[in-house]
């Protein structure tokens, strides 16, 4: 069974410092992809970050990166020079077929 | 930026009764989805849509909920006969390819509340 593990369920970070989230997850497949989502409160999911598990190089968008460590089944994500705008609520999720497995989040707080 | 649209956000029902979640996917995405999140709990997801049919689903989604397009727009979730576990958000989602050739893009939510 695919599941997918976020065993931080809250994180703080000083305004400008750098935070890492981490997410494991498991699965028996080969190809698939890994996402970060952001979820502000205002609700809407939004596509932070993705990661094809064909590609051994990391994924990056701008203050976001991740370390995908494939045989390890993680996948982090890392933001730099935090802002207040990047306090929300942090999704990994794993995507195989046409099915989503999310983790259960991690809620950040960004602290000026 | 296009966005997908959700309504009502919040709907209070009585046990038994059956509501309809109504959704409006991105003008030019041609794949639907429901995903639902119990309070405290991982967002799960209910079922996949195209082609006017429903392409997957999980034991989740069973006899108690459909899908349906009724028009070219609206994208809508019934549930038959809630139960007190029905509650939760509610997302709907939609993208242009399948999922895995481009990103998923989700509504605000709406929050069922069963008494």
């Known amino acids: 069974a695919q599941t997918v593990t976020q065993s931080q369920p809250e994180m703080s970070v000083q305004e400008a410092e750098t935070v890492t989230l981490s997410c494991t997850y498991d699965t028996s497949e080969s190809d698939y992809y890994l996402f970060w989502y952001k979820q502000p409160p205002s609700r809407q999911m939004i596509l932070v970050i993705r990661q094809e598990a064909y590609k051994q190089q990391n994924a990056t968008e701008n203050r976001f990166s991740v370390n995908f460590q494939k045989a390890a089944k993680s996948f982090s994500l890392k933001i730099s020079d935090s802002q207040l705008g990047d306090a929300a609520m942090y999704f990994c999720?794993?995507?195989?077929?046409?099915?989503?497995?999310f983790g259960t989040g991690t809620s950040l707080t960004v602290i000026p | 930026e296009p966005e997908v649209t959700q309504t009502p956000s919040h709907q209070v029902t009585q046990m038994g009764q059956e509501v309809i979640l109504r959704c409006v996917p991105i003008s030019n995405h041609l794949y639907f989805y429901w995903y639902r999140q119990i309070l405290g709990q991982k967002v799960e997801f209910l079922v996949s849509?195209?082609?006017?049919?429903?392409?997957?689903k999980s034991e989740i989604f069973d006899d108690q909920f459909s899908v349906e397009r009724p028009d070219g727009s609206n994208f809508t979730l019934k549930i038959r006969s809630t139960k007190l576990e029905d509650s939760a958000m509610y997302f709907c989602?939609?993208?242009?390819?399948?999922?895995?050739?481009?990103?998923?893009?989700f509504g605000n939510g709406t929050r069922l509340t069963v008494t």
């Open positions: 989602a939609s993208s242009e390819l399948a999922a895995e050739y481009s990103p998923l893009h």
């Open positions: 849509f195209y082609n006017n049919e429903i392409s997957e």
């Open positions: 999720a794993y995507h195989t077929g046409n099915q989503f497995y």
